[in-house]
């Protein structure tokens, strides 16, 4: 429930933070499951925001475990369909917990769902592919006996790991049957064999946006000023405190839109307290704090490279 809710918001809130999403093989995402994602990982939670959102039907992602550490951010990752993962990095003892996200992943693909899975296990802001864990192979190897069990490549690139206004590329591949996926009776040669088939299927899936300055007339940019005036009283002081706190981070582009997420509506609610405070007329209001979001959505589409 929700995810639903949250899906809502997300999708407005990209439709600000990335100036173009361009999906190639669009027809893909009607897909329903049993099947797996196995994606690139460039910048860190944005990815499965941006992948999962565009999917009509629910997506579950596994995501590293020690951002599931306190009571709390459990509580609210796993309300957004995240499973938690561990690697060695976060501790040895933690290791056992994977079981879990293994066992987990069959039961939502078992019920027909759609699990995401970063197969690098890593997140590094580079769109050169990281060498491949196991998981993936794992998670096929044990839903092979799902009835119409499928895995499909999703490549997704960015133009700027840190511009607001980013251009998006995802480009989505067939989804392949297991006896595509896994040729042989035993379990090593076919994690091989599937690993090599998904390297060569996300090579040749990334396309890295141009960054191209828009030839927009003067009077189109003296338009978008105002996005940038009525906006920046947030934004800035935001993307500083976040810029120091994720220094040396590949977090930065997530942490930044999950804040203006959160954010960004009391800093609505905020302006709307203030227009009542004058004693503006509601509809005039509305009018004004619309405003706000579709000046930034044209300063994003203008103004920026």
């Known amino acids: 429930m929700f995810y639903t809710l949250i899906k809502i918001p997300i999708k407005l809130a990209l439709w600000i933070f990335c100036r173009e999403i361009k999906i190639k093989n669009g027809q893909y995402l009607k897909e329903s499951g049993p099947l797996l994602l196995v994606a690139n990982h460039p910048n860190s939670f944005l990815d499965a925001i941006i992948i999962a959102s565009r999917f009509q039907k629910p997506v579950h992602f596994l995501a590293r475990g020690d951002a599931f550490q306190k009571p709390w951010y459990n509580l609210l990752l796993s309300a957004m369909n995240m499973i938690p993962v561990y690697r060695m990095s976060e501790g040895r003892e933690n290791l056992y917990r994977n079981e879990y996200a293994f066992s987990k992943s069959k039961e939502i693909l078992a019920k027909n769902g759609i699990v995401l899975i970063f197969i ?3 997140c590094v802001n580079k769109h050169a592919l990281q060498p491949f864990k196991k998981g993936a192979a794992r998670i096929a190897w044990e839903s092979k006996a799902l009835i ?8 997704i690139a960015f133009n700027s790991f840190t511009r607001f206004g980013k251009k998006v590329n995802i480009q989505l591949n067939k989804p ?3 006896k595509e996926l896994m040729p042989y009776e035993e379990s090593i040669p076919n994690f091989k064999y599937f690993n090599q088939l998904m390297e060569t299927a996300l090579q040749k899936a990334l396309f890295i946006p141009e960054n191209k300055t828009p030839q927009n007339s003067y009077v189109l940019k003296i338009l978008a000023l105002p996005g940038l005036l009525l906006n920046i009283i947030l934004y800035k002081p935001v993307k500083n405190w976040i810029a120091a706190k994720t220094k040396g981070t590949v977090f930065f582009d997530s942490v930044l839109f999950g804040m203006l997420l959160v954010l960004y509506p009391c800093y609505l609610l905020l ?3 203030i227009l009542a405070f004058l004693s503006t007329p509601l509809l005039l209001s509305f009018c004004i704090m619309l405003c706000f979001p579709l000046l930034a959505w044209l300063r994003v589409r203008i103004n920026n490279p």
Request: charged content about 10%; glycine content about 24%.
């Open 120 to 122: 690098e296990g890593i």
């Open 148 to 155: 119409g069990f499928r895995a499909m490549t999703v490549g």
């Open 176 to 178: 392949l049957a297991i």
């Open 271 to 273: 302006m709307g307290i």
